[in-house]
């Protein structure tokens, strides 16, 4: 009970931070942007984002779920930060190239989550998954 606990005051922080997140994209503050999705990252996964950005795609789940130790609700929130970081990487106007890179990745854990792991499927996580089927992932 005690675990269940601490992971539902867990998202519901994450959460804030989202909606933080999504207020500094609305008023291109990139800078604070990019800032918060690195200290996120870390204080949420213990995993730098920069580090993610470097993994190749076919080891990226091998990376995160058996050298990291990575849990499913750690999965999903990376998998949230990868996305805003794409997204950060267009409006800021950086390489499409990065953006495509971080999109993949979070499609990629997205789609394992909504496959094999035990977490409860989110509507935000169904309509990213749409999104990023759309754009060719």
Known sequence: MLKRDYLVKQFEEFGKVMAVLLGLKRDAKFSELEELINTTSQKYTSTEINFVETIPDEL????LIEDKKLSDEQLKMLGDLLFEKAEYYLKSETSSKQADQ???KAFLLYSFLKTQATLSYSLDMHYKLE???KMGF
């Not at 990226?60 to 990376?63: D, G």
């Open 131 to 133: 999104i990023l089927t």
């Open 60 to 63: 990226l789940l091998q990376t």
């Open 102 to 104: 971080c999109y993949k």
